[in-house]
């Protein structure tokens, strides 16, 4: 446990989280998005991100996209429990990339450290462009590729003054993603001061999850993540007999099986849960939280423990997690593709 985790867990025994919090929401704001210094957003930049996205072009054999496992109408996820890519089936889900942009590290075991490293279009970094299981494609080639599509040699020239190069295709892609933040949620306009933005159910769910339900501990204001790695006790499905998470990246005893904190933004959207899709719907999730996640596991985060919540709070919890849906993101739209 870190003094942050200590700090929100002291916060909901002692009640200093509540009273403190109803008067003053700007704890809960979403931040402006942090964005690169050598990678600035602009209007054309976005628009060829949202394009490239979308292009199955980027991929061997032009049969898939990043949308293709991100689907908007699904909050950004994947539409099975585990990803299919080039190589079949994949040990873990898609999770969202809605809101990712804040994230200080990707994957669901924090193994890259910025938005156009994640891509897997720069050298020496792999991901879903690169990566064989996935879009498997060979980034020269399909830097050749989108060179020799006229619309897109007028675009990169438009925005980055020169050619389709690794780098290029990397920064527009991320400024894209840097777009897809839920600041229109109705949670969001409750947090900026309209007061019936949610309703009163919501506004109960909100208070169980900075109290009795202590989701706040790891989903901490304002990204409703900390950022951190925990072992919740998810069970192990899909083809895989086990996924070591974050370990695999930290080799620390402690990490073996902790995965990262996801932001729920939009989460009410999504088909499936979890680092390996292992539940379908929310009420899956807020079950496995009230029964103390798996206590059988050693390795479990001491966080995590039985929350005896009666059915009308569970009912309000969910319609918490409902309230933090922006639909601007779930109506993303396929862009024309040059
Ligand atoms: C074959 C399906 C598939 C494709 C295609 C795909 N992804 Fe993913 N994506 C995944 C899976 C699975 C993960 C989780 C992998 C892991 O954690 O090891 C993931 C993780 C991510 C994350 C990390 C989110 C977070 O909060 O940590 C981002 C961002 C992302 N993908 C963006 C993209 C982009 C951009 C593209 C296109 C260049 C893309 N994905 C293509 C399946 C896919
Ligand atoms: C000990 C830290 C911790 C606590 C407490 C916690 N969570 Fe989580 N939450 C996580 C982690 C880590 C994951 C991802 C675990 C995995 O994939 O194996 C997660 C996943 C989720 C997901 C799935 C989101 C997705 O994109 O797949 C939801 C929904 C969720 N939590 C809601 C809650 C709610 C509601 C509470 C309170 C009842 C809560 N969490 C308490 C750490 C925590």
Same mark, same amino acid.
């Given at each position: 446990?870190?003094?942050?985790?200590?700090?929100?867990?002291? +916060?909901?025994?002692?009640?200093? !989280?509540?009273?403190?919090?109803?008067?003053?929401?700007?704890?809960?704001?979403?931040?402006?998005? =942090?964005?690169?210094?050598?990678?600035?957003?602009?209007?054309?930049?976005?628009? $060829?991100?949202?394009?490239?996205? &979308?292009?199955?072009?980027?991929?061997?054999?032009?049969?898939?996209?990043?949308?293709?496992? @991100?689907?908007?109408?699904?909050?950004?996820?994947?539409?099975?429990?585990? /990803? &299919?890519?080039?190589?079949?089936?994949?040990?873990?889900?898609? =999770?969202?990339?809605?809101? /990712?942009?804040?994230?200080?590290?990707?994957?669901?075991?924090?193994?890259?450290?910025?938005?156009?490293?994640?891509?897997?279009?720069? =050298?020496? @970094?792999?991901?879903? *462009?690169?990566?064989?299981?996935?879009?498997?494609?060979? *980034?020269?080639? *399909?830097?050749?590729?989108?060179? !020799?599509?006229?619309?897109?040699?007028?675009?990169?020239?438009?925005?980055?003054?020169?050619?389709?190069?690794?780098?290029?295709?990397?920064?527009? *892609?991320? #400024?894209?993603?840097?777009?897809?933040?839920?600041?229109?949620?109705?949670?969001?306009?409750?947090?900026?001061?309209?007061?019936? /933005?949610?309703?009163?159910?919501?506004?109960?769910?909100?208070?169980?999850?900075?109290?009795?339900?202590?989701?706040?501990?790891?989903? #901490?204001?304002?990204?409703?993540?900390?950022?951190?790695?925990?072992?919740?006790?998810?069970?192990?499905?899909?083809?895989?007999? %086990?996924?070591?998470?974050?370990? +695999?990246?930290?080799?620390? %005893?402690?990490?073996?099986?902790?995965?990262?904190?996801?932001?729920?933004?939009?989460? #009410?959207?999504?088909?499936?849960?979890?680092?390996?899709?292992?539940?379908?719907?929310?009420?899956?999730?807020?079950?496995?939280?009230?029964?103390?996640?798996?206590?059988?596991?050693?390795?479990?985060?001491?966080?995590?423990?039985?929350?005896?919540?009666?059915?009308?709070?569970?009912?309000?919890?969910? !319609?918490?997690?409902?309230? $933090?849906?922006?639909?601007?993101?779930?109506?993303?739209?396929?862009?024309? $593709?040059?």
């Amino acid at each position: 446990m870190t003094i942050r985790h200590a700090f929100w867990l002291l +916060a909901i025994l002692t009640g200093v !989280a509540l009273t403190a919090q109803a008067e003053d929401l700007s704890d809960w704001r979403l931040p402006p998005v =942090p964005v690169p210094a050598d990678n600035p957003q602009t209007e054309e930049k976005i628009a $060829l991100g949202h394009q490239l996205a &979308f292009d199955t072009r980027l991929s061997k054999n032009d049969s898939i996209s990043c949308a293709g496992c @991100h689907l908007p109408f699904a909050g950004g996820g994947g539409h099975t429990p585990r /990803a &299919f890519g080039h190589g079949g089936e994949l040990g873990r889900w898609a =999770p969202t990339w809605d809101n /990712a942009a804040y994230a200080e590290t990707l994957f669901w075991d924090g193994r890259a450290n910025s938005l156009e490293e994640q891509t897997g279009a720069l =050298p020496g @970094h792999m991901g879903p *462009i690169s990566s064989p299981d996935e879009m498997a494609g060979d *980034i020269q080639a *399909i830097v050749k590729k989108l060179n !020799a599509i006229e619309g897109y040699r007028k675009q990169f020239k438009k925005v980055f003054g020169g050619p389709a190069t690794p780098q290029n295709i990397a920064k527009a *892609i991320a #400024a894209f993603e840097r777009t897809l933040v839920a600041t229109q949620s109705p949670f969001q306009r409750y947090v900026r001061g309209e007061k019936d /933005a949610i309703s009163e159910a919501a506004k109960r769910g909100f208070r169980l999850f900075r109290g009795k339900a202590r989701c706040i501990t790891c989903h #901490a204001p304002p990204l409703l993540t900390d950022n951190g790695f925990h072992n919740i006790g998810v069970p192990q499905v899909g083809p895989l007999s %086990e996924d070591v998470g974050r370990f +695999a990246v930290t080799k620390d %005893e402690d990490d073996l099986r902790a995965f990262k904190t996801p932001t729920l933004y939009n989460a #009410a959207s999504l088909q499936f849960f979890m680092h390996d899709g292992a539940f379908a719907t929310l009420e899956e999730v807020i079950e496995h939280y009230d029964r103390g996640g798996n206590p059988k596991d050693p390795k479990q985060d001491p966080l995590i423990q039985p929350l005896r919540l009666s059915k009308q709070e569970k009912e309000d919890l969910l !319609a918490f997690l409902k309230s $933090l849906t922006d639909p601007r993101l779930d109506r993303i739209q396929r862009p024309r $593709l040059p």
